[in-house]
Every structure is written in structure tokens, then in C-alpha cells.
């Protein structure tokens, strides 16, 4: 009977530790929603508020920030240069709580409205952002984010059942 018990409790904490609020699940869907609509008004500040001070974020390009300051001033620079007439629109979102303050996030997304470095008009452009979220001081942030552009898609994947498939991009690398 101890070990029943010792049982019962064991599988109470772990249904506990994973658990959260409804308030928590919306703030952390809300994040890829909340991150494009500052993209749509090209305003990087607003963007760097759902960033740790000192988040990680590597960029489609494999630049890798360490720091709200910078990814907010590269994003500053991109946001009213080349892709100041971009649009980034959210497809789909998937999340996962780690720890009722920790959760895992993945979002694909479009892009259209930017250009390459010469100035000349880019394809709309696919692509996947996982991010980590972690719940500090009442408050949902990123502390971590990688974000990647669609390649052409792996054949090896076509029967495969995928959380998140992105849209064929044969125009972009």
C-alpha cells in the first residue's frame, strides 16, 4: 500500500508540474501573433518587448545576437531598410510547456514585400521559428529563438506526418 501511495503522489506532482493557466496558454500562443503585427508596423522596438534582455536569436542568415540591444537595433536596420515593405504573416503555431514557466514554441511563416541586398524584389519566402518562452516576473518572453528559411523540401519527408509543414519553396535557398 506504501508504494501505491508513493505512486499516487509521484504521478500528482508531475500532472502539477505541468501545468499551467488558461492566461498562460493564451500569452504563449500570442507571441508569433504579437511579434508580425510589430513587423507589420516595422517597429522593432515593439518587437524586442517580447525579448529577454539577454535572449539568444539567430536569424535566417545564421547571425547569431546575444542580447535585446542588439537584435533590436539589427532588426531596426532591417525593418526600415530592405524589408520596409515586408509583410510576415504566422501560418501555424505549435506549442509545448516544458515547466508551467518554460514552454516551446514553433511557428511557420510567410514573408513577402522584401528585397534582396542589390534592392531587386524577393519571391514570397516560407520559413520556421522555434522559439523558447519562459514565464519572468508575470511576464511571457523569449529567451531564445532560431529562425529558419524553407529550403526546398526533403523528399525523405513527403509519407511523413509532421507537426508543422511548410509550403514548398522552390524559389528561394
Request: proline fraction near 4%; charged fraction near 25%.
Amino acid at each position: 500500500m506504501k508504494q501505491l501511495s508513493f505512486i499516487i503522489a509521484t504521478f500528482g506532482i508531475v500532472i502539477v508540474a505541468h501545468a499551467q493557466t488558461k492566461a498562460d496558454e493564451d500569452a504563449v500562443w500570442a507571441i508569433p501573433r504579437s511579434m508580425c503585427d510589430a513587423w507589420a508596423k516595422h517597429d522593432a522596438h515593439e518587437m524586442a518587448k517580447f525579448m529577454a534582455e539577454d535572449v539568444d536569436f539567430v536569424t535566417v542568415g545564421t547571425t547569431w545576437f546575444h542580447g535585446r540591444s542588439d537584435c533590436e537595433k539589427y532588426h531596426t536596420r532591417l525593418l526600415s531598410g530592405r524589408f520596409k515593405e515586408s509583410k510576415n504573416t504566422v501560418l501555424e503555431t505549435m506549442v509545448r510547456f516544458l515547466r508551467p514557466d518554460l514552454a516551446l514554441l514553433h511557428f511557420s511563416w510567410a514573408i513577402e514585400g522584401d528585397k534582396n541586398a542589390d534592392g531587386s524584389a524577393r519571391p514570397k519566402g516560407f520559413g520556421l521559428m522555434t522559439m523558447l518562452a519562459e514565464k519572468q516576473k508575470g511576464t511571457w518572453i523569449v529567451v531564445a529563438a532560431q529562425n529558419t528559411n524553407a529550403g526546398h523540401g526533403a523528399p525523405e519527408a513527403d509519407d511523413v506526418k509532421l507537426p508543422i509543414r511548410l509550403p514548398k519553396d522552390e524559389s528561394r535557398p
